[in-house]
């Protein structure tokens, strides 16, 4: 069983910059995709960023050239650098790692919130 763990959410001016982490449990990470996802209030869950295993990444237009998402297999963490945050940003960031192994596999964290004030 996979779990994922995150932190670094918080409250912080708009302008500034939060790093958010999410560790995991388990053996899967290295071979495992990962993303991070948000949701804002009323709105549907939307992919931030993502990190094949491989390394290779891609990101949602609204967080290009602002947020960097990277990871350390190592230590079975995934990173997320939220830079230039704006008031839009605020919303709850969930980590997701997919597994594909005969189908496909996702697993959630609790969730972190992100509030980014004007």
């Known amino acids: 069983q996979v779990q994922l763990v995150e932190s670094g959410g918080g409250l912080v001016q708009a302008g500034g910059s939060l790093r958010l982490s999410c560790a995991a449990s388990?053996?899967?990470?290295?071979?495992?995709?990962m993303g991070w996802y948000r949701q804002a209030p009323g709105k549907q869950r939307e992919l931030v960023a993502a990190?094949?295993?491989?390394?290779?990444?891609n990101y949602a237009d609204s967080v290009t050239g602002r947020f960097t998402i990277s990871r350390d297999n190592a230590k079975n963490t995934v990173y997320l650098q939220m830079n230039s945050l704006k008031p839009a940003d605020t919303a709850v960031y969930y980590c997701?790692?997919?597994?594909?192994?005969?189908?496909?596999?996702?697993?959630w964290g609790q969730g972190t919130q992100v509030t980014v004030s004007s």
């Open positions: 997701n790692l997919r597994f594909r192994y005969s189908g496909t596999y996702d697993y």
């Open positions: 388990g053996s899967i990470f290295s071979i495992s995709a």
């Open positions: 990190i094949t295993e491989g390394g290779s990444t």
